[in-house]
């Protein structure tokens, strides 16, 4: 079992070099090698060999018969992953980011809202309320950027995935999670919600309890065009 101390070592390298591939410091094509890694970070093989099947599992790294590592093209990338998405926004591509992220949520969360409405246990539908008015309490406070906020936001949108009944929507529950606590982290969710946003929480989350399955779907997507006019705009 590896100590702390090489666990440590092994995180600084898959840390180190995921953000230099992500930031294009290292770009596709880029040839790497084991000794050449052993030297820079002084560390062992074994230690300098995890942290690269690491890299392999993100799509990060591939490794060729007398070459020896390739970083691989962006199109590759397990990009739906939590560590590749938080190197990502702190890379100079953060706001294209942003907007992918946000784009995807359109296009999924609206529909979950509307399965869930459908599909979603009772204790999931009161829930989802309790979520929506703590949300809506907080924001109208100015405390859209507490980590408060920030917790109650990821649980409110992990069950809404989760109550919709499909697994590959729940599956979209951390990299969801990822992209709001990303965007906090970095100071760039607001105090004051942007006016509406509140509101279409609450709606969704009301229309879903009530089984009104097209009200549920049209709030949901109310609330995530504004989530995404706000951060075109930032």
Same mark, same amino acid.
């Given at each position: 079992?590896?100590t702390?101390?090489?666990?440590a070592?092994h995180?600084h390298?898959?840390?180190?070099?995921?953000?230099r591939?992500v930031?294009?410091e290292?770009?596709?094509?880029?040839g790497?090698?084991?000794?050449?890694l052993?030297?820079?970070f002084?560390?062992?093989?074994?230690?300098v060999r995890?942290a690269?099947?690491?890299l392999?599992a993100?799509g990060?790294?591939?490794?060729?018969?007398r070459?020896?590592?390739?970083?691989?093209?962006?199109?590759?990338?397990?990009?739906?992953?939590?560590?590749?998405i938080?190197w990502s926004?702190?890379?100079?591509? #953060?706001?294209?980011?942003?907007i992918? %992220? /946000?784009?995807l949520?359109?296009a999924?969360e609206?529909?979950? !809202?509307? +399965? $869930?409405?459908?599909?979603?246990?009772?204790?999931?539908?009161?829930?989802?309320?309790?979520?929506?008015?703590l949300?809506?309490?907080?924001?109208?406070?100015g405390?859209g950027?507490?980590?408060?906020?920030?917790?109650?936001?990821?649980a409110?949108?992990?069950l809404?995935?989760?109550a919709?009944?499909n697994?590959?929507f729940?599956?979209?529950?951390?990299?969801i999670a990822?992209?709001? #606590?990303?965007?906090a982290?970095r100071? %760039? /969710?607001p105090g004051?919600?942007r006016v509406g946003?509140l509101? !279409?929480? +609450? $709606?969704t989350?009301?229309?879903?309890?009530?089984?009104?399955?097209?009200?549920?779907?049209?709030?949901a997507?109310e609330?995530?065009?504004?989530?995404?006019?706000e951060?075109?705009e930032?």
């Amino acid at each position: 079992m590896p100590t702390p101390a090489t666990t440590a070592s092994h995180a600084h390298i898959v840390e180190t070099l995921g953000r230099r591939i992500v930031g294009g410091e290292l770009p596709p094509g880029t040839g790497l090698t084991l000794a050449g890694l052993e030297e820079s970070f002084t560390a062992s093989r074994t230690v300098v060999r995890e942290a690269v099947r690491v890299l392999e599992a993100h799509g990060l790294l591939t490794s060729r018969r007398r070459v020896g590592l390739v970083v691989r093209p962006q199109a590759e990338w397990d990009i739906l992953n939590a560590d590749i998405i938080e190197w990502s926004l702190d890379s100079p591509r #953060r706001r294209d980011v942003l907007i992918e %992220l /946000t784009d995807l949520r359109v296009a999924v969360e609206p529909v979950a !809202a509307r +399965l $869930a409405a459908e599909r979603a246990g009772d204790a999931e539908r009161d829930e989802l309320v309790r979520w929506a008015t703590l949300l809506s309490d907080l924001g109208n406070q100015g405390l859209g950027d507490s980590d408060e906020y920030l917790d109650a936001d990821i649980a409110y949108h992990r069950l809404l995935l989760r109550a919709s009944g499909n697994a590959l929507f729940e599956k979209l529950g951390d990299p969801i999670a990822e992209i709001l #606590r990303g965007r906090a982290v970095r100071g %760039l /969710t607001p105090g004051m919600p942007r006016v509406g946003t509140l509101e !279409a929480h +609450l $709606a969704t989350a009301q229309a879903i309890h009530d089984g009104r399955a097209a009200d549920a779907e049209a709030s949901a997507r109310e609330h995530l065009t504004l989530v995404s006019d706000e951060v075109v705009e930032a």
